[in-house]
């Protein structure tokens, strides 16, 4: 069993963080030691993300931040400004959760990392390039030599938030901190990116800060853990320990926060949607005098049925094609193939005829936050499509549907004239779900509405669309990574890989005895426990 160290890199003493005389960490105390990695965990709001902000001066003019920080033997307190432009991206990297608002869309992915080579270590032209493209291959990002050149929005999630720790890790570094490192990801590239992570950090005694709501890979990869809750540090201490003999109530309440539980049963029911066929490609770009060469399939032909009252769970690797398929279904994105909903076929369907339709079609994104425009306030948020769809509808009437909805996703009427920014990732979430129901569809789409989220907001989440299911019989396209999630929330799975289905089949069936061997990897990689009904 590996042995973490023991010297001391990062250490923070009675670390006090407020914005305008509201204290949002109270007197934390961490030490990060060479060659370990400490989890930092807590639900949303706890603190987290602005202890590590805090401690590495990234926080806006309005914070005051007191207490000791130390970098080896550098005290950050005293620090100037210049030596923390040396230090930031230098001795200590930075993964950040949310790699579409972290990379720049306006620069390819191998420009981007190449700054960093060419500010810290002097690296320019040829020997940028070799450096940045060996380090997309560390990161275990397929075809390197076509990324060096693409857009941050022509590749996945997943894919973005890989090349952030390529970035993170250019100049090796001495401290890592990685904040949500695999929130994107799926499974098996969790697995491959912390024990990439970890073979990183035992070769150059690089400590690691890792900040994550996920208590499984805590549970894996971490050497000791830090809980905090209210900015507090509830316990701190080996994870083992803190696993098995939890101290403090707040830890046994995350421990035991795993989604629990079966969606209802459905019988027999002719399928709502039908899908015969569906493929998706994309033109490949050519060089100058070159033939043009084959499109890529990002989905190869398949079928799909999904009944009313039923959720059919799409899983798969980064990549795979799950969100490229939910978009052909729902005609927002290009493909063939026969969609037919409820007798009518959607690929058919143009102008006006398929915008009357979009009322049934609902779908929720991955993130709250880049889906939700932060000029509107809540109650504008969720009363748009309705006022689309229903013009007929009067003020008095736009306005008690609405808060009717907020109060049927959990959340007070108040809060309508609230903006975005002021409310928690699972708020922001149940603001998403609230303008997807509204409508009264029939069909939802829910493009990883947990992955950004703690385990007990998590749970929360996947109880409250069950509940909605029931009550409004609706049927659900459930897309995640999450095994344990899918479990609770899913009838039927569909696995993918490259943009082909490898098994599907009954959600319990297929996670208990899976017949391919990607699919037993990705359970593998999950740590599912055996289902307990």
Request: a neutral charge.
């Amino acid at each position: 069993m590996r042995e973490p160290g023991t010297t001391p890199l990062l250490q923070l003493h009675d670390l006090t963080i407020t914005f305008d005389a509201v204290t949002v960490v109270d007197r934390l105390s961490l030490t990060v030691n060479r060659g370990e990695t400490l989890a930092l965990v807590g639900e949303s709001g706890s603190g987290k993300s602005v202890s590590a902000l805090g401690a590495m001066n990234l926080l806006p003019p309005n914070a005051r931040v007191e207490g000791g920080r130390r970098l080896g033997d550098t005290d950050l307190t005293t620090l100037p400004e210049r030596g923390w432009r040396g230090l930031r991206g230098g001795r200590v990297g930075f993964v950040f959760q949310e790699p579409m608002t972290s990379l720049n869309p306006l620069h390819p992915i191998g420009k981007q990392i190449g700054e960093t080579l060419r500010l810290h270590q002097g690296l320019t032209g040829k020997a940028a390039r070799v450096r940045t493209r060996e380090l997309l291959e560390q990161v275990k990002l397929p075809r390197a030599d076509d990324l060096l050149d693409a857009w941050p929005h022509q590749i996945s999630g997943g894919q973005r938030q890989r090349v952030m720790i390529a970035m993170a890790i250019a100049n090796g570094p001495e401290l890592l901190i990685a904040d949500e490192p695999t929130t994107a990801l799926d499974v098996t590239v969790q697995q491959e990116i912390l024990a990439l992570l970890a073979e990183l950090r035992d070769a150059h005694g690089m400590g690691m800060l890792f900040i994550t709501h996920d208590l499984n890979l805590v549970h894996r990869h971490a050497d000791r853990i830090c809980v905090l809750n209210g900015g507090r540090e509830q316990e701190t201490g080996p994870v083992e320990a803190v696993f098995t003999r939890p101290r403090s109530d707040y830890t046994r309440l995350l421990l035991e926060a795993e989604p629990e539980g079966r969606p209802a049963p459905i019988g027999r029911i002719a399928p709502l949607l039908r899908a015969r066929g569906v493929a998706v490609r994309f033109p490949r770009p050519r060089r100058l005098f070159a033939r043009r060469p084959p499109p890529f399939e990002a989905v190869k032909p398949l079928d799909l049925h999904v009944a009313p009252g039923e959720t059919l769970g799409i899983v798969g690797e980064s990549g795979s094609g799950k969100t490229t398929l939910a978009l052909a279904l729902l005609r927002l994105g290009q493909g063939s193939g026969e969609i037919d909903f409820d007798g009518t076929r959607l690929d058919q369907l143009t102008g006006n005829a398929l915008r009357r339709q979009r009322r049934n079609l609902q779908v929720v994104f991955q993130d709250p936050y880049g889906s939700l425009s932060p000029r509107l306030p809540v109650f504008d948020i969720v009363s748009e499509g309705l006022r689309f769809h229903h013009p007929e509808l009067t003020t008095a009437e736009v306005d008690r549907r609405v808060r009717d909805t907020l109060r049927e996703v959990g959340l007070p009427e108040e809060c309508a004239s609230r903006y975005p920014h002021e409310f928690s990732g699972g708020q922001r979430q149940r603001i998403a779900v609230a303008r997807a129901i509204i409508l009264e569809p029939r069909l939802v789409v829910l493009d990883e509405p947990t992955s950004a989220l703690d385990r007990s907001v998590q749970k929360q989440l996947v109880e409250l669309l069950r509940d909605l299911q029931t009550r409004r019989h609706l049927s659900y396209l459930f897309i995640s990574h999450d095994l344990a999630v899918v479990r609770a929330m899913a009838h039927r799975v569909m696995v993918l890989k490259d943009g082909e289905v490898m098994e599907q089949g009954d959600c319990l069936q297929v996670l208990e005895n899976p017949v391919s061997d990607y699919t037993r990897a990705l359970v593998a990689a999950a740590g599912l426990a055996p289902w307990q009904s």
